[in-house]
């Protein structure tokens, strides 16, 4: 039989996002930050491509981003409710990791599977939080797409995107429990 670990497996049984809006400061320190990056770093990597990076947003660069995607939705002529909530993503932020999706040229390992990777540190990164008693939340938004904003605003090379938003801080309320996905409609079981 296998070794269990049944506080992981609660853990992850029970996990719920926090809604970004809920999240105040105090938001993790660098050093509790880095531990946190540190387990995220841990997802599945095919072929040790590390095709992916993180960037830590802090209050300034939050409020720098803000204004830009002010800029750049007048630019783009975004709806202004959606461009409001986007720069609300940014300015009520108590902090942001971007997790970068940075494909590397690779004969063995498809772009596409590094993408799942940088997916995959999302996630880590997500639960890390949770299970160090963060409020957290995975975003992204029309700002994610916009090749300006990733350029001016996050510095991305050519190729890079991002893969999430990460937002962490100290949550106000805990959310209730939402549906989950009725798993008897989504999973076929082949036994030949």
Request: glycine share 6%; charged share 25%.
């Amino acid at each position: 039989m296998p070794e269990r670990n049944p506080a992981a497996l609660d853990f992850l049984l029970t996990r719920r996002s926090r809604p970004a809006k809920t999240l105040v400061p105090p938001a993790p320190d660098r050093e509790e930050l880095m531990t946190l990056l540190t387990a995220a770093a841990r997802a599945p990597d095919h072929g040790k491509l590390e095709p992916w990076r993180f960037i830590v947003l802090e209050r300034a660069a939050l409020d720098r981003l803000a204004a830009l995607v002010e800029e750049r939705a007048a630019a783009l002529e975004i709806d202004p409710d959606k461009a409001a909530k986007m720069v609300r993503q940014f300015s009520d932020a108590p902090l942001v990791v971007a997790v970068i999706s940075s494909p590397k040229p690779s004969d063995k390992v498809p772009e596409i599977e590094q993408c799942y990777s940088a997916g995959a540190v999302c996630l880590g990164l997500l639960n890390a939080a949770l299970a160090s008693g963060w409020g957290a939340n995975w975003l992204t938004g029309w700002a994610c797409y916009d090749a300006e904003f990733r350029a001016r605003g996050l510095g991305l090379a050519e190729g890079e995107g991002v893969a999430g938003f990460i937002v962490i801080g100290t949550e106000t309320v805990t959310p209730p429990e939402r549906p989950r996905p009725d798993l008897a409609a989504i999973t076929t079981w082949m036994s030949a």
